[in-house]
């Protein structure tokens, strides 16, 4: 029996988690896979219900839970609430109290969708690389924090930088098991240049490389990489980076796939993991059935692969996904009006993939 927990939250969200728990619920109920879903409210929706974005009651969901699927969250209703109660905080506490410090995010170009990227052909064709985030940790966590008043009636707005060894080496480790599996190149980001902390972040990865002899490690500072990506995105193979380095250059790699409706996400703790689409809440676009659901379907097989080890299954999904794309289905997002292409709706996509899913 698997159990997982299930949070859509707000906008798009709702719509993109639907059609990834209808291909999952599809495929283990066809391989005979026992499961348990427990639903949960986070973000708005849990602050509109219950004042606050993230209850004991779903903290709780999710630490009872193998795996957790999540949506998106956030939108303008709830934009000026106080930094406490907006509903990315429900995100960030989740990661920080299930532990998820080791965030993959894939970023891949499917050959027929080269031209829903701003970038040209020739330069984003074979593009395939995994950024592997640290996401509890560095700057988003670190203290002191805050706004505070200073003696002359001015404020004085704090964030702090800071990475011990252990975290820097638990995240490299990832890193290059991952590039094991793939074509054995680990690209590490820092700022090594001015950052103290990124200087540590550098020196730490490199011991965790001699463990590593058959991978080849190379570093990059923030602000070349970020260059980089858009010059010779294909030269990427593994990046491991800093929390925020990782989710500035994760934004930017969605760009050379095509549409950051394309790209899923794993955050894990072990075997622990939460999955959810790269993508936000897209409030200009909830409720009207325009939202691309494949990120949310390609982190559901992300999660069969890492939390359960159903590579069979997770397979299954990529292949539907691909297939579906081959066959002309696209929302809006990665419309193009190519020949042979139709624009479909959430719906009609996720329905497009248990079609192919049942060949
Ligand atoms: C992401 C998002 C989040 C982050 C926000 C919503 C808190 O941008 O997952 O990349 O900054 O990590
Ligand atoms: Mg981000």
């Not at 059609?19 to 409210?41: C, M, P, Q, T, W």
């Not at 894990?268 to 993508?279: A, R």
């Not at 390609?298 to 081959?326: G, H, Q, R, T, W």
């Amino acid at each position: 029996m698997i159990k997982l927990a299930l949070f859509p939250g707000d906008g798009i969200g709702t719509e993109v988690a639907e059609e990834a728990v209808n291909v999952l619920k599809f495929l283990l109920d066809n391989h005979s896979v026992r499961y348990e879903i427990e639903k949960g409210l986070v973000g708005g929706a849990s602050y509109d219900e219950y004042g606050k974005p993230l209850t004991d009651e779903t903290l709780k969901i999710a630490k009872n839970a193998d795996a957790v699927i999540f949506g998106a969250v956030g939108g303008y209703k709830w934009e000026s609430l106080p930094i406490e109660l907006r509903p990315e905080k429900a995100l960030l506490s989740l990661r920080y109290e299930l532990g998820l410090y080791a965030n993959l995010r894939p970023s891949k170009i499917y050959d027929e969708l080269i031209d829903a990227s701003p970038l040209k052909k020739e330069v984003v064709q074979g593009t395939d690389m995994m950024i592997v985030r640290e996401l509890t940790g560095g700057i988003y966590f670190g203290q002191p924090r805050g706004v505070f008043d200073l003696e002359d009636g001015q404020k004085k707005g704090v964030n702090t930088l800071v990475y011990t060894t252990k975290e820097i080496e638990r995240i490299a480790k990832i890193a290059f098991e991952i590039a094991k599996k793939r074509r054995k190149k680990v690209l590490s980001v820092d700022k090594a240049n001015v950052l103290e902390c990124t200087e540590l972040w550098r020196n730490v990865v490199a011991e965790i490389a001699k463990g590593y002899p058959d991978v080849e490690l190379t570093n990059m500072y923030v602000d070349n990489c970020s260059m980089q990506l858009i010059r010779q995105p294909k030269n990427f193979d593994v990046i491991v980076t800093t929390n925020l380095f990782g989710d500035i250059l994760s934004d930017e790699s969605s760009m050379v796939a095509g549409s950051i409706g394309m790209l899923p996400s794993a955050s894990l703790n072990g075997k622990k993991g939460m999955y959810e689409p790269i993508h936000g809440s897209a409030p200009d676009i909830a409720g009207q059935n325009k939202a691309n659901p494949l990120a949310a379907i390609l982190s559901v097989a992300m999660m069969l692969k890492y939390s359960f080890d159903m590579d069979d299954l997770a397979d299954n999904i990529d292949k539907a996904v691909e297939k579906v794309i081959k066959n002309g289905y696209r929302t809006a997002d990665i419309y193009s009006k190519a020949p042979g292409t139709k624009l479909v709706g959430t719906k009609e996509m996720g329905l497009a993939v248990i079609e192919e899913l049942k060949k």
